[in-house]
């Protein structure tokens, strides 16, 4: 294993991610593995050098099925308390809440209808300061955007036409977009 990166949903939950030195599982290339719950992680202890058996569920899905070996070296971890994510957490860019906002906005766009808009676009609209809460994307103008890292004149005019589609969408659309839990 290289690393651990603990990612905040929008809903927030917690996940843990296991960034893997490549592996080559049935013809696909595999670098990350979820673990799903911190508590999944927590019972595995697993760390930075630690090896790790992967499988393919369904032969499609990578999966981290038993720790081999725990490195001597064990590298402390400080996961995000889960107390502090909710569904009512991390509707503006503040200390922490990077992951979530990313994950809001990116669902956002989807229920949204927004064409080629996805996480790396709002990743970039966020780190530019362009995007700094949920709805900050309604006021911007495209000059504004040219200031994020890979748009253009062109991309530029191309999102605020997507921007003006989402406004458009109805009630019920923007509802789900911004509110609704996973699996309800």
Request: hydrophobic share 40%; proline share 6%.
């Amino acid at each position: 294993m290289r690393g651990i990166e603990f990612r905040v949903g929008r809903t927030g939950r917690v996940t843990p991610l296991v960034w893997l030195n490549p592996v080559v599982l049935e013809g696909r290339r595999i670098s990350r593995v979820s673990l799903g719950s911190l508590e999944r992680w927590e019972s595995l202890d697993v760390r930075p050098g630690d090896q790790v058996a992967i499988t393919l569920a369904g032969l499609t899905i990578p999966q981290l099925s038993e720790v081999v070996w725990h490195t001597q070296e064990r590298s402390p971890l400080s996961p995000p308390p889960p107390q502090r994510y909710h569904l009512l957490s991390c509707f503006e860019l503040t200390v922490g809440c990077e992951s979530q906002l990313l994950a809001r906005l990116t669902y956002l766009g989807e229920q949204l209808g927004m064409q080629g808009i996805g996480e790396g676009t709002w990743q970039a609209l966020m780190e530019a300061g362009v995007v700094t809460q949920l709805l900050d994307w309604l006021d911007v103008e495209p000059r504004q955007l040219q200031q994020a890292y890979g748009i253009g004149e062109a991309t530029a005019t191309s999102l605020t036409e997507q921007f003006q589609v989402a406004r458009s969408q109805p009630f019920s659309a923007w509802l789900r977009s911004v509110g609704r839990a996973a699996g309800e």
